[in-house]
Every structure is written in C-alpha cells, then in structure tokens.
C-alpha cells in the first residue's frame, strides 16, 4: 500500500529562518529545535540550519541536546529550557550542554555537581512558568553573575498578540532585572521578534516560525503531508457514514476512505470542519475521524486521486489547526511516529 507520506522543505525552512534573522537586527538569531523539532526531525533540521549560519540551539531538556549534538557540531552553542534538573549531569557534561538554570535549587545543584561547566539563567519576567522570581534573582545575582554566566533569558506570555500590555510590562521587568549585568540577553522568540528591535537584546530564538506557522505571517509552508486512498465506495443520499452516522450524504455521493486518523496525530476535532486536498480542491471530511481512517467526500472530484493532501499549499498548518480548534504548534508536534518523513531541499 502507498504510505502516508510527510515531506519536509528543508529550503523553505531555512528561508523562513533566514527572515526572522534578518528581522531579528543586530541580535543573533538562534534556533530553537525543542521537541524533535516541532515533530520534524531534530538532526536533519538543526543541521541545516548549522548550516545557514545558526550558531546557538535551544532544546526542552538535557537528553534532546544529547541526541542533536552530532547534528550540530562540537562548536554549536546547545541551550536547555529546563535547566539542570536532577539526574541531568552525565548528559550536560558529556555533551557540553548549557542549561538554562531556572532556581535557586537549580543553581546549587549545577555549581555542586558541575563546578566551572557553562551555563545561563532563565528569569520568570510574569509569565509563572519557568525562572527565577525578582526576589530569588536579587539575592542570587551577586554570586551568580561572578560565574559569568552564557545568557539572561525570559520568555514572553503574550508576544502573538501585538498590542497586548502584558509586552511592555514583561520588557520593563527584563530591563530592570538585568540592565547593566553583563551577559548577553535573550527575550524573542519568534512573536517577540515581530515585536520589534526593543525586544531583540543579543540573541533571539526563533521556533515556529521558521517552521512555517503563525504568528509569522510572512512564513513559506514547510510541510506537506499526503495521505493514500483505501478505497472509494458511492454512497446513496440518506445512508451515513462512520461512527456515531455523525455524517448522512445529502446527495449520491462518493466517499474515499482515507489510511490514516487520530492515532497519526489527525486530532478527532476536526471531524465535521477538517477538508483534505486534491490540488486546490478541497474535499471535506464525511463523518468522524477515527483510529486509523477517516471519511472524505470526493463527490465533486472529477477522479480521486491515490492520495489527498491534509498539509499543503492549500492548508497550512494554521488553518488545519482552526478546523481543529487548536494551534499549528500542536498540529505539527502531533504529527507522530506512524510517518515516513522525506526531506526536499539542500541538505536533504
Ligand atoms: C518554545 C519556546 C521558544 C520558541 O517559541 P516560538 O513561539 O515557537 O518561536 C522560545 N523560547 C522558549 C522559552 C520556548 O519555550
């Protein structure tokens, strides 16, 4: 059988980087790969975007920097949002990690185990998610700061949305908790670099947009995904189809049966609003996505091909997700491990 088929652009990645550096001024950007990449594959990634310039990778947590290391090269700077956590040292040793220490339990267990090892500190500027709080950061710094740490980061809460205060408020908190502390800073990632030049400190990191999802709007589409046709059976007006008879045929149509469903990361949500594509034709799903299979009415197609596209020029990761109420980002981290990824591009 034809398999599903998920093709990445490594091109139209790298442009898409590309532009956010340019967009990020005189700040470095950096490329944050968390994640296998979004679901694209951490290594084929990373290294070309090694090879577009980037110098500086962000990653979740010490074992995905371990796994990209020999993607990226001995020189690469590789960052790690969770910081130091327990159990961590062999890895961040071994594979010259630089966590980004987020507490003062962190920073104790980072200097204990791995005295003289880089590492950065990541500050909570109102978002209550990651970092040091204003008051553990006051009394720490002094100490802190004489280990000359690699990086200052935060993380913004609302950067895709322009005019939201929770910007402005979030800058002057990073402002005054650093201004004048001597290492370099990070604040951007991909909303933030949007924001403009008083956002961009020394070093941005760029994620979803250079894997072509919103808010960068200007992004080029990176991945394609095809699905094969099981089977196309006609279905007379008035007869259902799929679990539930959610969906009854108003017309004699003809439903194809499509190989794959949620257990592929086709989220069950978007039964009754997702379309799959022929070209630019859209087919809309009939019926419930299921495990494995869903329901698509070709009616209209004058003939159905081997395989419809859910991801493609047509359909964005964006407007994928709005059919199923969520954002690209969980789109693509949910496009699982049932797909054979091909690469297109230079470095493919
Ligand atoms: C995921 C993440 C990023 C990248 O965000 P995008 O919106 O994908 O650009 C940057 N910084 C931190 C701390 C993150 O968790």
Redesign the pocket.
């Known amino acids: 059988m034809t398999r599903a088929s998920l093709t990445i652009d490594l091109d139209a990645l790298a442009a898409n980087w590309r532009a956010l550096a340019r967009l990020s001024g005189g700040a470095e950007a950096g490329a944050?790969v968390?994640a296998d990449a979004y679901g694209l594959g951490a290594a084929r990634v990373a290294a070309r975007l090694a090879q577009e310039g980037a110098h500086s990778f962000?990653v979740a947590e010490a074992q995905e920097g371990a796994a990209l290391r020999p993607a990226v090269g001995p020189l690469a700077d590789i960052y790690v949002?969770s910081g130091h956590m327990a159990g961590d040292a062999d890895a961040i040793a071994a594979a010259a990690l630089i966590p980004l220490v987020n507490s003062a339990e962190q920073a104790n267990r980072h200097l204990a185990a791995l005295p003289g090892h880089p590492f950065g500190l990541q500050l909570d500027t109102g978002m209550n998610r990651l970092g040091m709080e204003a008051d553990d950061w006051q009394a720490l710094a002094p100490d802190l700061l004489a280990r000359a740490p690699r990086l200052l980061m935060s993380?913004l809460a609302c950067a895709d949305e322009p005019a939201h205060p929770m910007n402005a408020r979030q800058l002057a908190e990073f402002r005054r908790m650093t201004d004048g502390a001597g290492p370099r800073r990070s604040l951007a990632?991909?909303?933030g670099i949007l924001l403009g030049a008083d956002y961009h400190f020394d070093l941005t990191?760029?994620?979803?947009?250079s894997y072509g999802g919103q808010p960068f709007g200007a992004a080029r589409p990176v991945v394609r995904l095809a699905l094969p046709v099981i089977q196309v059976r006609a279905v007379a007006a008035g007869e259902t189809v799929g679990y539930g008879n959610s969906w009854t045929a108003a017309r004699p149509s003809r439903i194809a049966t499509i190989a794959a469903g949620y257990a592929d990361g086709l989220l069950r949500a978007m039964t009754g609003r997702g379309q799959l594509f022929a070209g630019d034709r859209p087919c809309p799903l009939a019926g419930r996505v299921s495990m494995d299979l869903m329901g698509v009415d070709v009616t209209d197609l004058p003939e159905v091909p081997d395989t419809l596209d859910i991801l493609c020029p047509a359909q964005g990761v964006d407007r994928l997700a709005e059919a199923a109420g969520t954002i690209g980002?969980e789109i693509l981290t949910s496009l699982g491990a049932r797909y054979v990824r091909h690469y297109s591009g230079d470095g493919a």
């Open positions: 944050v968390k962000f949002f993380h990632a991909t909303g990191r760029p994620g979803i947009g980002y």
